[in-house]
């Protein structure tokens, strides 16, 4: 299993949910932190596409 980097980041504009796996980068906008917590279970399947 590869080594993941979870940053959470909220602002005024929302929250910024930022992952990073060997070298990859992605981001995840939410409206705010309880949507950004109700995503952090399913991000595996974020990555891949399934949700």
Do not use: F, S, W
């Not at 005024?12 to 109700?38: F, M, P, S």
Request: proline letters at 2%.
């Amino acid at each position: 299993m590869a080594k993941k980097v979870i940053t959470i980041l909220e602002d005024a504009d929302g929250v910024i949910i930022e992952i990073r796996t060997n070298g990859r980068r992605v981001n995840y906008e939410c409206e705010d932190l309880n949507e950004a917590l109700e995503v952090l279970p399913h991000l595996d399947e974020l990555q891949t596409g399934d949700l």
